[in-house]
């Protein structure tokens, strides 16, 4: 008789497709769909106030600009918002890893360890177990979202959602039939992404990408170090654009100022740790020269985040790498809490777990701040051949495509963790759930644009701070 080796239940093919259809129970297909919101739905603007205590006081005012570019942009802020809409409502009880904030911009390529582009999921820091559906829900309300910016009709909108999804479900059910290893093997490298576009988009499309992938490898350190670093007096040192981009020189006082850079390399003791031991040696083959804070992206404006200048042999050897807080994901309050004490590694678990290939530099450490109040990091390469989706450029057709590479990417990364079969199984062989799912989409997509109109209103009535430069 076979040994067990794990904790997870080891049933037949059959019996794994079975759970998926009783979970049909608990969530009828159907109904995956529905929602509405409730009379205690959450303040928006409430919650963007009370997400903003923990970060930097001076950045709040850039995140709500930020946001309030357009009702996409304020879409890809609020996930804790969403994170709150969905957990009142009934999932279907079939778990896996999320990303916790699987909008369509949170999709992208990057290089691997072997020097290959690949595909891929690129945001965890909201990255908990949780219902296999609150991260698909994410994305398809994204694309609709996304859809209404770029002038898509509902008609248009709905065959991009349901492509997605439907490509989410086939390749969970090819995924299901699979071997074990075969899963954990599977990735969107660029390879693939030419050919799905040369058999769905079409020369000028292939031209486009191509100059995209010519472009992303040369996003490397030296180029980061060219854009972001200067020379003074001979040494290297990274610029300053404030408020985005600020030396840490800059923000520290001149009485601490030794000790800030001091306990920058101690942050970087802690870090190699968190690496594998050959990972860890390579980075300590660089020493610290410059760290500096900067503004990334639009939900995690506030949250600490810096830029930090390391050089090997020489200033031609440079390695950038990002230190970005991680704080409680906002799933949390509707989710059993991470297994993880500290909140970088939960980062780093959900990635290494989600990604086909990951950062081989990701790592994390908690630290305390001159305030005392111990923080989060997690760390990764700055630049390392990044490729980010641009919506505003995409037509219905282009959008439908990356739409289905981003489903099926999904599909992939719920299925190293969770019961693929059983999710399979419960989403069965019909459009069911990618009708149910489409259906959502519109119906979330008017209440994001009706959260964004009430957190506009805020701002021009002084409720909350905005920037003028952002």
């Not at 009880?93 to 904030?101: C, F, M, S, T, Y």
């Not at 790498?321 to 959900?350: C, D, F, I, N, T």
Request: aromatic share 8%; glycine share 8%; with cysteine.
């Amino acid at each position: 008789m076979a040994t067990i080796i794990s904790d997870v239940p080891h049933l037949t093919p059959k019996e794994h497709q079975q759970l998926g259809k009783d979970a049909r129970k608990a969530l009828p297909r159907e109904e995956i769909g529905v929602w509405a919101p409730t009379a205690s739905r959450v303040n928006p603007t409430q919650m963007l106030l009370d997400q903003a205590v923990t970060r930097v006081p001076e950045l709040i005012p850039i995140r709500h600009a930020r946001m309030l570019v357009s009702p996409f942009t304020f879409f890809r802020g609020a996930a804790g918002i969403m994170a709150a809409d969905l957990g009142n409502r009934v999932n279907t009880g079939l778990i896996a890893q999320l990303a916790g904030d699987a909008h369509l911009s949170n999709f992208g390529g990057f290089a691997t360890a072997e020097r290959e582009l690949i595909f891929d999921l690129n945001d965890f820091d909201e990255t908990l177990p949780g219902p296999f559906e609150w991260d698909l829900k994410r994305l398809a309300a994204s694309l609709a979202v996304a859809g209404r910016e770029i002038g898509l009709s509902e008609q248009q909108r709905r065959r991009v959602t349901t492509g997605s999804v439907a490509a989410y479900r086939n390749a969970m059910r090819d995924f299901a039939q699979m071997r074990h290893t075969e899963v954990w093997n599977q990735r969107l490298d660029a390879d693939d992404v030419l050919r799905r576009l040369a058999s769905d988009g079409g020369a000028k499309r292939v031209t486009n990408f191509s100059r995209v992938m010519a472009k992303a490898r040369s996003r490397d350190n030296l180029r980061a170090q060219a854009k972001l670093a200067t020379q003074v007096d001979g040494r290297a040192q990274l610029i300053s654009a404030p408020p985005l981009m600020v030396r840490i020189d800059e923000l520290a006082s001149a009485e601490v100022l030794l000790e800030t850079h001091d306990r920058v390399a101690e942050m970087l003791v802690q870090y190699r740790r968190s690496l594998a031991v050959e990972r860890g040696r390579l980075v300590g083959l660089y020493r610290y020269v410059d760290a500096a804070r900067k503004v990334v992206g639009v939900g995690s404006v506030g949250t600490r985040c810096w830029v930090v200048l390391l050089e090997g042999r020489d200033e031609h050897d440079p390695l950038l790498l990002q230190v970005k807080q991680a704080e409680a994901s906002v799933l949390e309050g509707h989710l059993p809490p991470s297994e993880y004490r500290e909140h970088g590694r939960r980062v780093v678990e959900g990635q290494r777990l989600m990604q086909a290939a990951g950062d081989p530099l990701l790592g994390w450490f908690r630290t305390a701040g001159f305030d005392g109040v111990e923080r989060d990091f997690y760390v990764r390469q700055l630049w390392d051949w990044k490729i980010s989706p641009d919506i505003a450029s995409m037509d219905a057709p282009g959008l439908g495509i990356y739409a289905q590479m981003c489903g099926w990417t999904l599909a992939r990364a719920h299925a190293r963790s969770g019961d693929r079969g059983a999710i399979a199984g419960y989403l069965g062989k019909s459009e069911v759930v990618d009708q149910a799912l489409a259906d959502f989409a519109e119906v979330y997509a008017d209440q994001n644009e009706e959260d964004y109109q009430q957190v506009l209103l805020a701002a021009e009535n002084g409720l909350i701070p905005i920037a003028l430069e952002f």
